[in-house]
């Protein structure tokens, strides 16, 4: 279940600005950021092997249930996304710098959207 929460409606218009300019490295740094959030509404479900006839048939048979995120869970992980950028720009810092500039540069556009 997809909220329109303020940091959720952030991220998209940036996204919708930055397909707009065609600024590839702004928009998969946007698209990675709400599939984060998208990734931590779900909720694990229970594994079970079985016979392909007891398999779910028809549309909509195999959804389950999203989880409900606050904005405090939404900035907690836009925050682990800032941090795993920032880690990135560090450790590709002395072998790749491209890579490094452009992960830092990816954090701080993440920074900037969080802090609205």
Not at 84 to 95: D, K, N, T
């Amino acid at each position: 279940m997809t909220t329109d929460s303020p940091l959720r409606t952030r991220l998209r218009s940036a996204l919708l600005e930055a397909r707009r300019a065609r600024d590839a490295e702004t928009v998969s740094t946007l698209r990675t950021a709400l599939a984060a959030l998208e990734n931590a509404e779900a909720v694990p479900t229970e594994a079970r092997a079985g016979a392909l006839e007891d398999a779910p048939v028809g549309v909509g048979a195999t959804e389950a249930e999203r989880r409900v995120l606050s904005d405090a869970d939404e900035a907690a992980v836009l925050d682990a996304e800032i941090a795993s950028l920032q880690e990135a720009g560090r450790a590709y810092a002395c072998s790749v710098p491209e890579r490094a500039l452009a992960a830092r540069q990816a954090a701080q556009t993440l920074r900037g959207l969080r802090e609205g």
